[in-house]
């Protein structure tokens, strides 16, 4: 099974992708209530360079109720990361590279099918988050 759903973005802007990938989760119905600065915070706190790096928290709060619904732990699981990154295989890349977390994954690691039918919603939701964006699909793992 792959851990992520994803798109490469060649030829774009990292402050594009980050307010296109907001507005494309926003059309799903996902907020984004955290950003986390990776490149910035790994700098501050441990002196170390990385490419550029967001981690935006978004919360579908009708999915996560309903998988909260289900089974109570499930807050431990949901897909609420979704990571804009840099790719750095080549030094002057200006290609982005946008992932979040498959769903269908808090199916599997529970074995709790009753599970199966917020997992698909959210798969197809990020799934269409993503198309929006363009690019080429990447499915990791």
Do not use: W
Request: glycine share 8%; hydrophobic share 45%.
């Amino acid at each position: 099974m792959n851990i992520a759903l994803g798109t490469q973005l060649d030829d774009t802007d990292f402050e594009t992708a980050v307010a296109k990938t907001k507005a494309a989760l926003s059309e799903q119905g996902f907020g984004v209530l955290t950003e986390i600065d990776m490149q910035a915070t790994l700098k501050a706190k441990l002196g170390e360079d990385m490419e550029r790096y967001i981690i935006l928290g978004a919360c579908n709060p009708t999915l996560a109720h309903r998988a909260v619904g289900v089974m109570p732990q499930i807050g431990l699981l949901l897909p609420c990361n979704v990571v804009v990154r840099a790719d750095t295989s080549t030094p002057d890349s200006t290609t982005v590279i946008v992932e979040a977390m498959n769903p269908q994954i808090m199916v599997e690691v529970t074995g709790v099918p009753e599970l199966a039918a917020v997992a698909n919603d959210a798969t197809a939701r990020l799934r269409a988050a993503i198309d929006t964006l363009g690019g080429r699909t990447t499915e990791n793992m």
